[in-house]
């Protein structure tokens, strides 16, 4: 059971807004930076957002994270089918002394 | 563009030792450079990400303490390599094993321990006799 919580699942129409949420248990989720990862079966996963909301260069302004208090969230806004993957939230926990993922959320788009 | 290459026994027997090592190229590539930290990261079949832990050039490392008494980690600048050995392996460590640069500036602050900005492809490590 991870410290960080995210739903199993998510889904969308082609075009549709879909938020995926990640909370956290620990005082340290309020403190550290929470990154997003985009995972597509069979290939490295890759960095989506950092420091809560920050895109790394080459990533769509399609998505954009946001953190407040104990949760956090992944928006992705104009759905496509390549959009399709498992989200995973991270960050740091002090008081486990390590880094912690969330469970991951699998994104179908219909 | 920096690579990383993951690379190593592919099937290892219980209470074996899993020993791989992480190649690393391209420009800004180099394990010795002061921004960049070294991690391994694993997925077991059907789960989610799993952090290991992370090395230093300098050798210094952080372990994920379920494993600390199994993991080694080590650096090798002259090869730009890093790599891990886990020991007493089970079933349980069955899993795709990826190596990762961390991007974390102690000093400015800028990253994160967690700010994992290139990953290797991954390797799948099965444990069975």
């Known amino acids: 059971q991870s410290v960080l919580t995210q739903p199993p699942s998510a889904s969308g129409t082609p075009g549709q807004r879909v938020t995926i949420s990640c909370s956290g248990g620990s005082s340290s989720f309020e403190t550290k930076s929470l990154y997003w990862y985009q995972h597509l079966p069979g290939t490295a996963p890759k960095l989506l957002i950092y420091s809560n909301n920050q895109r790394p260069s080459g990533v769509p302004d399609r998505f954009s994270g946001s953190k407040s208090g104990t949760s956090a969230s992944l928006a992705i806004t104009g759905l496509r089918s390549e959009d399709e993957a498992d989200y995973y939230c991270a960050t740091w926990d002090d008081s486990l002394s390590e880094g912690v993922f969330g469970g991951g959320t699998k994104l179908t788009v219909l | 563009q920096v690579q990383l290459q993951e690379s190593g026994p592919g099937l290892v027997k219980p209470s074996e030792t899993l020993s791989l090592t992480c190649t690393v190229s391209g420009d800004w590539g180099s394990v010795g450079h002061g921004s960049y930290y070294w991690s391994w990261i694993r997925q077991p079949p059907g789960k989610g990400l799993e952090w290991i832990g992370q090395?230093?050039?300098?050798?210094?490392?952080k372990y994920k303490p379920a494993l600390k008494r199994r993991v080694t980690m080590s650096v090798n600048p002259s090869k730009n390599q890093f790599s891990l050995k886990m020991t007493s392996v089970t079933a349980a460590d069955t899993a795709v094993y990826y190596c990762a640069r961390v991007f974390y500036d102690v000093l400015t602050g800028r990253g994160g321990w967690v700010h994992f900005d290139y990953w290797g492809p991954g390797m799948l490590v099965t444990v069975s006799s």
């Open positions: 090395i230093y050039h300098g050798g210094t490392t």
